[in-house]
């Protein structure tokens, strides 16, 4: 029997070669040392759901006054999905924000009624807690993600961890949305600690290839990193 016969018995149980070709010599994938495959083009198939792997950093970054995350402009995915750790640099009394890239202009969309956003945030500093709420749904010229100062980075409590939703970035068919989790932060003032779940959208439906996060008093900060997804539709 030939050798592709017996593949296809299942009678070689381990195959070894360097590279996949049609019969017409177009390459398809190839194996390096170690196992790392790459493929020729986008493999196709039935993939709804799965995350696919973006953009991600994982050096830490000092002494930004803004962090921009470029958005792809594909259709192939339903929603994105980021995860990021910021550390603020100084004690001030200001919050995290985040501006929309426009893609029709590729500039940062900064119109005092632009957004529209909500929350929901506990606090508790040991002693007395309590749940609140706060939004600006009649137009703002930011997103906010929580009422708190931030920390100033002294440790690790002190730090900005986002799980953020991405929607309708791609097309003007819809206006982009939002949802986070932001995870818990000590404020610098004191032992109060917060955490929020909020939504936000944009004021009109646009395509957006990009989002910068910054200080609401532009001060520096850390960009400990971040990973960013798509999940297929």
């Keep these: 029997m030939s050798r592709a016969a017996d593949l296809a018995a299942g009678k070689i149980a381990t195959l070894k070669t360097t590279a996949i070709k049609f019969t017409d010599g177009d390459a398809s994938m190839t194996i390096a040392d170690g196992g ?9 198939g039935d993939n709804g759901g799965a995350m696919e792997l973006v953009s991600k950093v994982t050096t830490a970054v000092t002494d930004l006054t803004a962090l921009i995350v470029t958005l792809p402009e594909t259709t192939d995915f339903e929603y994105l999905k980021l995860i990021i750790n910021l550390k603020a640099e100084t004690a001030t009394a200001h919050r995290w924000y985040m501006l929309v890239r426009n893609t029709a202009d590729d500039a940062f969309d ?31 010229a930011y997103i906010e993600f929580n009422e708190a100062n931030t920390g100033d980075g002294s440790d690790d409590f002190e730090t900005f961890h986002l799980h953020l939703d991405i929607y309708h970035t791609v097309g003007t ?25 909020g939504s936000a959208i944009v004021g009109t439906a646009i395509a957006v290839n990009g989002i910068k996060f910054l200080k609401s008093d532009g001060a520096e900060f850390t960009n400990q990193g971040y990973t960013l997804y798509k999940v297929i539709k």
């Design 36 to 44: 790392v495959v790459t493929f020729a083009a986008a493999p196709v």
């Design 110 to 140: 900064t119109g005092a009624s632009d957004y529209r956003y909500q929350y929901a945030y506990n606090y508790n500093n040991g002693g007395s807690s309590g749940v609140s709420q706060k939004g600006d749904v009649d137009g703002s």
């Design 173 to 197: 068919a819809k206006h982009p949305r939002f949802n986070w989790q932001h995870g818990m932060e000590k404020r610098h003032n004191d032992t109060y600690h917060y955490n929020s779940t």
